[in-house]
Each structure stands twice: as structure tokens, then as C-alpha cells.
């Protein structure tokens, strides 16, 4: 898939994760625009998946360690085909299937998650697994930076790492905010990368937002072989809608309807713009 389908994608993912919070007048969309670039990366181009045979065998796994960023994994299974894009509208309302953290029952989703630090052990799990069983699929998983604080993140990389699990790639949004504050302020997990190097990992650090960097990256994490790789993404937090970018206000609520309005067209001009960038 090129580049601009990529980025047109993208920016129908972070409509659906504005559209969804707005309709719950809950949840956390920061960091969930902060990760649609690599949802749409992954969804569209690199996983192993299909929308008609969600639990097929032979899939690729993805566990979203930070479990509050669902309305970027929701936007993005929908709009890859899993269920339907209308339903993002009901996220968190009584009775429907989509909750404020992944759930299992899910199509496309492979574990749930939500207690920060967990879903890494279970993708770790995941990995093994494949390697017991002589089995070929690959398993990623996405954590938020500030989820780094906690300890069984290492825990886990550290047998990951001790296992030389190459079919496991570890994705740490970095985006530098976390619901207190900026990550270095709070308890500073500095240096990312060379932590994980520390544990026996492969890592690669990569610009967020750019399509030729992450096609790159995630090639050179097939390629590692005997040892898993951590792509750490240096992200933006509220990517695409203007008043939310950098802003640690928008870690965890929901626009009201004139902010939704904003956020709205600040998504169309991308999306104008986009359109008018494959006419010419």
C-alpha cells in the first residue's frame, strides 16, 4: 500500500477515535491519535490478519498493553473491515460490545487488556507459545511510555530478551505524556532504548507519523533474528486535531460537541488536503 492510501487511512482512523470518545463522553484520545499511525501501519500493511477469519490460525497477534488507547485500536479494526465503522458511536454505552478496554470477545482483538504493564507479559506468553509450537505468526504489542514505570514491563522483557523471542516486537508510543505530566517529570523511564537494549533487545527508534520510517522499521524487526526488537515511536499526543496536540489535557476526556466540530474539521482539511495531494 502506498503512502498516501496509508495516510488517508490514518486519517479515518483518528476520525472514528474523536467520533467514538465524543459519543461516550468518555475516554482517553490522546494517546490514542498519538498511536493511529502505527494502528493504521499495522492494520493495513504489516499484520498478518483477515477481517473475514478473525481468529484464523496462522494470524498475527496484537496485544494493546495500554488498554485505554481502545478507541485507536477499535477505529482501526473497523475501519479495517472487522465490524462495522457505525458502531464506534456506542463505545462505552450500555450494552455494547465495545467497552472502554479491549475485550477478547472483540473481533480482531487477541487479549484483554488494560492494567498497565500486563499486556506486555501476555504477548510475551504469546511469543513463546509460537516458538514451542513451531509456529510461524509474529505477536506485537503497543505500550504508552509512561506505562514503562511499571515493573512488570521488565519483568517480562527480561525473559523475552533471556528466550531470544525474534517473533515478538515490543512498541513503546513515546509521546512524552502521561496522565500527571510529562514522563520525565513524573518518573522518568530515560533512556527508552537503551534500557531495552540493556535487556537483550533489538531497538529501533523511528519518527511516529512517518509511513517510510515505520515501513522501514517493522522490516528490519522481521529481519533481527535472536532477539526480540522494540520500535520506539517519538510520537506526538493528539496528532491531527489541533487543540489536542501536546496537550495533557486530552490524556483522558471527551470533546463536547463544539469541540467535537473543531476536531471534526481539522480531520476534513487533512483529509481535503490528501485528496487533493493524489489528484495531482
Known amino acids: 500500500m502506498n503512502n498516501l492510501e496509508l495516510q488517508k487511512h490514518a486519517n479515518e482512523v483518528r476520525k472514528g477515535i474523536v467520533t467514538a470518545v465524543h459519543g461516550a463522553k468518555a475516554g482517553h484520545p490522546g494517546g490514542s491519535l498519538s498511536a493511529a499511525d502505527a494502528f493504521t501501519f499495522l492494520y493495513f500493511e504489516e499484520m498478518n490478519i483477515d477481517p473475514e477469519n478473525p481468529g484464523k490460525k496462522d494470524r498475527d497477534r496484537f496485544v494493546l498493553s495500554k488498554g485505554h488507547t481502545a478507541p485507536g485500536l477499535y477505529s482501526a479494526l473497523a475501519n479495517r473491515g472487522f465490524f462495522p465503522v457505525e458502531d464506534l458511536k456506542t463505545l462505552r454505552h450500555l450494552g455494547s460490545y465495545l467497552q472502554g478496554h479491549p475485550c477478547i470477545h472483540i473481533p480482531g482483538v487477541d487479549m484483554s487488556s488494560g492494567s498497565l504493564g500486563q499486556g506486555v507479559s501476555a504477548a510475551v506468553g504469546m511469543a513463546l507459545g509460537a516458538k514451542l509450537n513451531n509456529e510461524s505468526f509474529r505477536v506485537y504489542t503497543l505500550l504508552g511510555d509512561g506505562e514503562l514505570e511499571e515493573g512488570?514491563?521488565?519483568?517480562?522483557?527480561?525473559?523475552?530478551?533471556?528466550?531470544?523471542?525474534?517473533?515478538?516486537?515490543?512498541?513503546?508510543?513515546?509521546?512524552?505524556?502521561?496522565?500527571?505530566?510529562?514522563?520525565?517529570?513524573?518518573?522518568?523511564?530515560?533512556?527508552?532504548?537503551k534500557k531495552f537494549e540493556a535487556f537483550n533487545f533489538?531497538?529501533?527508534?523511528?519518527?511516529?507519523?512517518?509511513?517510510?520510517?515505520?515501513?522501514?522499521?517493522?522490516?528490519?524487526?522481521?529481519?533481527?533474528?535472536?532477539?526480540?526488537?522494540?520500535?520506539?515511536?517519538?510520537?506526538?499526543?493528539?496528532?491531527?486535531?489541533?487543540?489536542?496536540?501536546?496537550?495533557?489535557?486530552?490524556?483522558?476526556?471527551?470533546?463536547?460537541?463544539?469541540?467535537?466540530?473543531?476536531?471534526?474539521?481539522?480531520?476534513?482539511k487533512i483529509g481535503a488536503e490528501l485528496e487533493k495531494a493524489g489528484e495531482a
Open 202 to 268: 533489538h531497538v529501533i527508534n523511528v519518527d511516529a507519523h512517518d509511513f517510510d520510517a515505520l515501513r522501514g522499521a517493522f522490516k528490519e524487526a522481521r529481519e533481527t533474528k535472536g532477539m526480540p526488537t522494540c520500535i520506539v515511536l517519538h510520537s506526538l499526543k493528539g496528532k491531527g486535531v489541533s487543540y489536542m496536540e501536546n496537550n495533557i489535557d486530552w490524556h483522558g476526556k471527551a470533546p463536547n460537541d463544539e469541540e467535537y466540530a473543531v476536531a471534526m474539521a481539522d480531520l476534513e
Open 152 to 193: 512488570q514491563v521488565w519483568e517480562a522483557s527480561m525473559f523475552a530478551g533471556h528466550r531470544k523471542l525474534d517473533n515478538l516486537c515490543v512498541i513503546v508510543d513515546n509521546n512524552n505524556l502521561q496522565i500527571d505530566g510529562p514522563i520525565d517529570q513524573v518518573c522518568s523511564p530515560y533512556p527508552i532504548d
